[in-house]
């Protein structure tokens, strides 16, 4: 019995974590929209930043119980199960054209910030001063965001479009901050409770910290993001799920890094390098060259995302088979 702990807990933290992440995108949202702020800067910054919450707080929990190969391991597997697996299932649901000049502008520098983390992991040292420059840089993209937002606002672009009809719904603002309080409360619980249980069966199993943040872990904390864009495209909104993953993405490698890296530096695993972060960067660059090359519009097909997928089992598989 004391061996099915651990599951039930992660299994537990898991759903929380994806309930409370949408109770607190939900009431932050409405919130935002009842203070004036524009639908497409809800967009840019608070909803990506709630589709990243459950990494933040399970990274940050996990980088204070020690176990800082939990906290890179979610943030990388994250990234990887984001742009495999939710964006590969979410165009074998329905085809999916990027056409928001704003995505083209966010897709080249959600790469160019896997890139400069990947730069700084070469020494296999995450260092404190690592961890605020990662920080500073997550508050300058939110920053530029917001500036972006603003001068986009008076113009016709598709996202703007997709998240002013994604936000059109009204709450009242005692509501919506009663939904952000109890969905920050449920995610630090939650996130203690994942992190407990997945510490815990990687001793089971006699498995790294660093394998279970880059499976159980990972896809778990990736439920928002498997929410939120399957039903984006489900509904037609592309650029919306799309938006949702780029946001995601950055906020994984610039604020749940950062943190985990001002919390508790740490010595790097060459394999969570040379073989993860490395998957993370194939699977990403080859939609960012195609977004550069074609001018008007991007088309993710069902066998693009039948091939990202498959992909992710691959990855999947030889990640297992290594650890074991």
Known sequence: MSNLLPLLAVICGLVLLAWSADRFVYGAAALARNLGVSPLIIGLTV?????????????????????????????????????????????????????????????PVMLLVMLVVFALMWDLQLSRADGLLLFAGLLALIGWSVTLGLKERSSIDSLSTEYDQELSHEVKTTVAISWVILGLIVLLLSAHLLVWGAVKLALWFGLSDTTIGLTIVAIGTSLPEVATTTASARRGETDLAIGNIIGSNNFNMLGVIGLAGIIQPAQINPQLLFRDMTTMLALSLPLALVILMKRKATRITALHGLILVTCYVAYLVIVVTQAL
């Not at 990243?52 to 199960?81: H, R």
């Open 47 to 107: 909803v990506g930043f709630g589709t990243s919450a459950p990494e933040l707080f399970v990274s940050a929990q996990a980088a204070m119980d020690g176990a800082t190969g939990l906290a890179l391991g979610n943030a990388v597997g994250s990234n990887i199960a984001n742009t495999a697996l939710v964006l590969g299932s979410a165009a074998m649901i329905s085809p999916m054209t990027i056409r928001s000049t704003i995505l083209r502008r966010e897709y």
